[in-house]
């Protein structure tokens, strides 16, 4: 059973640091990217960090650029996303993603859905004081 779990969400206050993490199990055929897509109440889902399983290339979305830092290990198949300086409008549920047919990292994060995709069930990243 292809599975994505994401853990790692919480309550932090401005400025505070989050780590998520994103256990991949079940894949019975490499995926070639993985990434972070997260969906504030009211709001589109959106791509926030993606990596390539292949080459490790990265894209993160500009309002995230020097805050948020995609890295995975890949003995352990997960991916975590570093969240530094963390600011309110980053309060969303943070959704673990994976695509088997993966074009470019920036062609993954942009396309907010994609017919394939498996999706983790998300995790809550609450930002107040």
């Known amino acids: 059973q292809v599975q994505l779990v994401e853990s790692g969400g919480g309550l932090v206050q401005p400025g505070g640091s989050l780590r998520l993490s994103c256990a991949a199990s079940?894949?019975?055929?490499?995926?070639?990217?993985i990434g972070w897509f997260r969906q504030a109440p009211g709001k589109d889902r959106e791509g926030v960090s993606c990596?390539?399983?292949?080459?490790?290339?990265?894209y993160y979305q500009d309002s995230v650029k020097g805050r948020f830092t995609i890295s995975r290990d890949n003995a352990k198949n997960t991916v975590y996303l570093q969240m530094n300086t963390l600011k309110p409008e980053d309060t969303a549920v943070y959704y673990c993603?994976?695509?088997?047919?993966?074009?470019?990292?920036?062609?993954?994060?942009?396309?907010?859905?994609?017919?394939?995709?498996?999706w983790g069930q998300g995790t809550q990243v609450t930002v107040s004081s």
């Open positions: 993603a994976a695509d088997l047919n993966m074009v470019t990292v920036q062609d993954m994060c942009v396309m907010a859905y994609k017919l394939g995709r498996t």
């Open positions: 079940g894949f019975k055929k490499d995926y070639s990217g």
């Open positions: 990596i390539s399983s292949n080459d490790g290339s990265t």
